[in-house]
């Protein structure tokens, strides 16, 4: 199960937002600027960066209740300011110093995901845009309407940062689903004989909304 420890709403504000669907293709300037892609956006191609995602969002899949997985096709950005930055966010573990360098430098711009998940879901790439969440008060849901609202949603997630040996990683996965819907926050892993499991008895930053 995909679990999340409580924190302040102050994370809502990483989920940079919404879905357009797009083609993932050589785009002109042009289409990059519609796109909203920025022109100095480089590809991921890191194999086991995307190995540790496709675990993440494995593990999501059950609180999603959604028969496709959609992924944002551009990767989180780290604020620049510190606002609502990992350093910001929580205490950095000694052993987990390098990857999380290894983290911030990779974050610093965006990058276009490739297909090259590993999902037990059928998932898609969705284009980056902003989600625009309604002020008025909803109506109460049904549990039906619920459930359709969650796995509508889309994961944002950044680039992994290791440490030089790949046995520690750090990695940013938010899941929005709507206005007041939605879940995120950073992950620790450990490499644990050849597979990536999220760190123990470390406290990590994440929020449930």
Same mark, same amino acid.
């Given at each position: 199960? /995909? /679990?999340?420890? %409580?924190? +302040? *709403?102050?994370? $809502?504000?990483?989920? !940079?937002?919404?879905?357009?669907?797009? #083609?993932?293709?050589?785009? !002109?300037?042009?289409?990059?600027?519609?796109?909203? $892609? #920025?022109?100095?956006?480089?590809?991921?191609?890191?194999?086991?960066?995307?190995?540790?995602? =496709?675990?993440?969002?494995?593990?999501?899949? #059950?609180?999603?209740?959604?028969?496709?997985?959609?992924?944002?096709?551009?990767?989180?950005? &780290? +604020?620049?300011?510190? %606002?609502? =930055?990992?350093?910001?966010?929580?205490?950095? *573990? &000694?052993?987990?110093?390098?990857?999380?360098?290894?983290?911030?430098?990779?974050?610093?711009?965006?990058?276009?995901?490739?297909?090259?998940?590993?999902?037990?879901? *059928?998932?898609?790439?969705?284009?980056?845009?902003?989600?625009?969440?309604?002020?008025?008060? #909803?109506? =109460?849901? %049904?549990?039906?309407?619920?459930?359709?609202?969650? +796995? !509508?949603?889309?994961?944002?997630? +950044? *680039?992994?940062?290791?440490?030089?040996?790949?046995?520690?990683?750090?990695?940013?996965?938010? /899941? $929005?689903?709507?206005?007041?819907?939605?879940?995120?926050?950073?992950?620790?892993?450990?490499?644990?004989?050849?597979?990536?499991?999220?760190?123990?008895?470390?406290?990590?930053? %994440?929020?449930? /909304?």
């Amino acid at each position: 199960m /995909y /679990y999340f420890q %409580t924190q +302040s *709403p102050m994370k $809502i504000a990483l989920a !940079s937002a919404l879905v357009v669907s797009i #083609p993932l293709c050589g785009c !002109s300037s042009r289409q990059r600027i519609q796109n909203h $892609i #920025p022109a100095n956006a480089g590809v991921y191609d890191d194999g086991e960066g995307y190995a540790v995602l =496709s675990m993440l969002l494995n593990n999501a899949v #059950p609180e999603t209740h959604g028969a496709i997985i959609r992924i944002n096709m551009l990767t989180h950005v &780290e +604020s620049v300011n510190g %606002t609502h =930055s990992l350093e910001d966010c929580m205490k950095i *573990p &000694e052993e987990f110093r390098e990857a999380a360098n290894d983290y911030e430098l990779r974050a610093k711009t965006a990058m276009l995901l490739r297909k090259k998940f590993t999902l037990k879901t *059928p998932y898609d790439l969705a284009g980056e845009t902003r989600i625009v969440g309604s002020k008025a008060k #909803p109506a =109460s849901a %049904t549990g039906t309407d619920s459930v359709a609202k969650i +796995s !509508s949603g889309v994961f944002y997630l +950044s *680039p992994v940062g290791f440490d030089a040996n790949h046995t520690h990683a750090i990695t940013y996965a938010n /899941y $929005i689903c709507g206005n007041r819907c939605g879940w995120g926050g950073f992950h620790l892993l450990v490499n644990n004989a050849g597979r990536w499991e999220e760190a123990k008895d470390v406290t990590a930053c %994440t929020w449930h /909304y």
